[in-house]
């Protein structure tokens, strides 16, 4: 059973939800030029944030873990839109070797490389794991709540030094679902007979969170003038800081200085469209993810005063990667409750497809916090009703289809500004 | 609640559904490489038999209707697969024209033809149908039950004769749901600037059985030397008699002495197999559809003794084409029920993915008989659990997504059957 999703949607949100329904035409066609143009990362998922008056994506993780969230009713979707996926990258593969997160303790994201390697043997792949970790020497099993098994086998390159594979396996095709906080692997460097997917750069030891966001500033250019709305609407305003070191304490100025000039040009927007709330800024690792690294500041001063926890916290992310560039970006706030609970969307994509999504919960929470904090135990709710199709005739705000078709809207130009973003940061454009 | 289905399967088809299963990987391989060298139907949907030792294909329509009857789960599945579709034929595409069936007075049909106009709507197209009656002369609307509304327009060839459409209306693909059983009609022909799906050679006025099982052969046999199995396990026996004349009784010693030639075959197959059933062929005509002009026939007296109203009733099909050729075609018991009643399996497809399917369920009908008669009154019947993905270690049998695999499985093959066949009827084949 699903519970019922309290949503604080108000009047411009409403009449986005609106405009986008009257023009899915526009839209889809307009997705289906930009996929001739662009190729979409392989999988990705879309964290938003429903402020009632804005929709945003905070983070586009192009090593999605989590698909152990979808409801089972999505699985087939999953499916076809990897057969697609494959079909695109090596129309005649065997075998695909699935290169997971190293912390295999954490039966969460071990369901999620389960479910994984479920979609993908259902597509005709023989599927299997080769681990980055140099504990892992010989085949190693793990089992599973439900009684399964997963192998993690050590990794290998062939002779000629030109593959990758495991012992008696080689792939046309290896999928990453480790997102290379720590840097690039030797082991996965100078592979060109094969599909590294996604391209190491997409990883954290190289990508940029504000390299993503720019893509998406012009992804919304596009897409606001085609329907006719105010980009803000679906865009948060964002801001970089390099050289910024917390234990050292320097760089606190140009951090201080963004953030009162982003705070300013929200303040500005709220007024605009009368919206009562306070504003607020994230500060996080322009590198990095697992919700480490992560600041809500209302106030300049705010950055100025870190006591020494606050300064560790933002130091390093995942894997003890130093902090030293950070995004300022515009809060969005989460309206979205289910029972008293903050709950935050997000959208699941293989190739160019929704498969589906789930909110992420948590009780303890207020509406301008980070969700996806270390440890924080959220509960994942897969969307309810999302199979159904849009309904046109419902009234805004009413039908969860809708919602989910303007969420599924949202993650695709998320999707289409990190394949923008791949492009643009690729060290090996030519190769395209 | 869908009822539980009761199906009586044997060793031999237990065994095969292991098999399948169990080369799912190459399976899905061989598909995916076949579709690199040949372009599938649009959609398609097929009827399957089930007899327990036996899986066939016992036709395949490429001009399927019948849509509404699927589960609304899988509308999703749909709608991706049919953007998959449209961006292979044109991917800018905005505006598509559907020309429905004549018989507009047919609930059933229509709702089928409002579902098809709700799956290629979400995938972003503006969607209007246009008729080939000539008593739409102006746009004319049609109630359903649901409270909407289908609007029938009257088709307009353009100024120069290049293009087909609607007043204000310019489509880039043309969708027939129209199985062109009373011949192709001027304005559709001579269309060269649009696309014109499926060609006008699938439809049932130059279309022919015989072809189609041909090429059905051709594929069973790969699939067969495979998974390393007796392809008549899922391939039906067919004969061909020409120049039959029911009325004036000509042609019934070619009838006979095939329908003898194939009980023999059957016979002996099921001597193999140990199969008790008793042997039947039916015969039908080899152009048309809608479960008119077919016969059950146990030996080959009984075509030689056809009464004036069995002669009636097999010398016309759809729209009164007259029968001039027929297929003689090993008969396949069906053996699933639910409850008591005789189900028949119904697999859709769009382009090449599997997108649901139904059963045909019938409570007064034998197990030898069409379920698909004219008139009578079925009972459609979404699969349970159809979105639920195979299980390898379910035991044979027992599993419902283990079986709707291998229907999803022989019905592909039945579409690779019907591209294959295409592909070989084309008149034009220099344009591929």
Redesign the interface.
């Known amino acids: 059973m699903v519970p019922h999703l309290v949503t604080a949607l108000n009047g411009p949100l409403l009449d986005l939800e609106k405009k986008i329904l009257a023009a ?6 307009w ?3 930009e ?2 143009e662009h190729t979409p990362p392989f999988y990705c998922s879309v964290d938003l944030r429903n402020a009632g008056f804005k929709l945003a994506p905070v983070d586009t993780n192009l090593f999605p873990g989590g698909f152990n969230n979808l409801s ?6 999953a ?3 990897a ?2 996926a ?2 695109k990258y090596c ?4 075998n695909l070797l699935l290169i997971p997160e190293r912390h295999t303790r954490n039966v969460f994201y071990l369901q999620n490389v389960a479910r994984l390697i ?1 979609i993908f ?6 599927v299997r794991l080769g681990s980055l970790s140099e504990d892992v020497k010989e085949p190693t099993n793990i089992d599973l709540p439900d009684g399964s098994t997963l192998t993690l086998e050590p990794l290998e390159r062939s002779a000629n030094g030109r593959r990758l594979g495991l012992k008696n396996f080689d792939p046309c095709t290896i999928l990453l679902n480790n997102d290379l906080s720590s840097g690039i692997p030797k082991v996965l460097e100078g592979l060109h007979e094969q599909n590294l997917l996604p391209p190491l750069h997409a990883g954290w030891a190289v990508r940029r969170k504000t390299n993503h966001f720019a893509a998406y500033d012009e992804v919304v250019k596009k897409f606001a003038k085609m329907i006719d709305i105010d980009g803000w609407m679906l865009n948060p305003y964002f801001a970089r800081c390099g050289e910024i070191n917390f234990h050292e304490r320097t760089g606190e100025d140009c951090l201080a200085s963004n953030v009162d000039t982003l705070l300013t040009k929200i303040r500005k927007k709220y007024k605009e469209y009368g919206i009562k709330e306070t504003p607020f800024v994230i500060v996080k690792a322009d590198a990095g993810t697992y919700g480490m690294g992560i600041m809500t500041v209302r106030d300049a001063s705010e950055v100025r005063d870190l006591n020494r926890k606050q300064r560790n916290k933002m130091a390093v992310v995942k894997e003890g990667l130093e902090v030293s560039d950070v995004i300022i970006q515009e809060g969005v706030h989460t309206f979205e409750r289910i029972n008293d609970a903050v709950a935050e969307p997000v959208v699941y994509m293989i190739d160019r ?1 929704v498969v589906g999504g789930f909110y992420r919960v948590h009780a303890e929470r207020g509406v301008d916090e980070n969700l996806n904090s270390p440890g924080a135990h959220f509960v994942p709710l897969a969307f309810a009703q ?5 309904d046109l005739q419902a009234k805004p705000g009413t039908a969860a289809p809708n919602r989910f078709y303007m969420y599924g809207v949202v993650a695709r130009m998320a999707l289409l500004a990190a394949s923008l973003e791949l492009e643009k940061t690729d060290p090996n454009p030519e190769i395209y």
Do not use: C, S
Request: hydrophobic content about 40%; cysteine-free.
């Open positions: 899915t035409p526009a839209i889809e066609r997705f289906r030029l996929w001739q089972p009713e999505m699985l087939p979707l499916v076809q839109a057969m697609a494959i079909e129309p005649d593969a065997k479920q043997r259902q597509t005709g792949l023989n497809y999302q199979h159904a199709l849009p």
